[in-house]
């Protein structure tokens, strides 16, 4: 596949997920792993993994979506996928622990996956995002 469309790909996907996260935190203050999955047919399709009990942890969510996606992948029914989950992160600009929206995606016309942080602050029913980045995994 051609460098730019799975470079359409990821803004698609990244902005979807953000989006959407933002929404949530905005009506719920958190939210729980989400995904969304281009098809090989170029069908966008969101997923969502939260089955409503309190003693799965995101981190299980997470895997489990992981797994399904890559499932699919093998079986060449997915063309991307992300998966979005809230995560909190500390580096050097970011010394004190912070919120982001972390989004794994894993695209089949590239051998390395990446995950993009977009850290934020929400208060005042506001959600304000500070410098994002990505890192290969």
């Known amino acids: 596949m051609e460098t730019t469309a799975i470079k359409e790909d990821f803004g698609i996907l990244i902005d979807y997920c953000c989006t959407t996260a933002e929404e949530l935190l905005l009506v719920h203050n958190a939210f729980h792993p989400f995904g969304v999955f281009f098809d090989v047919n170029d069908k966008m399709t ?42 909190v992160i500390s580096n050097e600009d970011f010394p004190d622990p912070t919120s982001a929206i972390a989004i794994k995606i894993i695209h089949s016309g590239m051998d390395d996956k990446y995950v993009y942080y977009y850290p934020y602050k929400l208060q005042d029913k506001q959600v304000e995002f500070y410098k994002s980045w990505g890192e290969r995994l």
């Open 46 to 87: 969101p997923v969502s993994f939260y089955d409503n009990r309190e003693q799965l942890v995101d981190q299980q969510l997470i895997d489990a979506a992981v797994r399904k996606f890559e499932n699919t992948m093998a079986e060449r029914k997915t063309r991307a996928y992300a998966v979005a989950f809230d995560a």
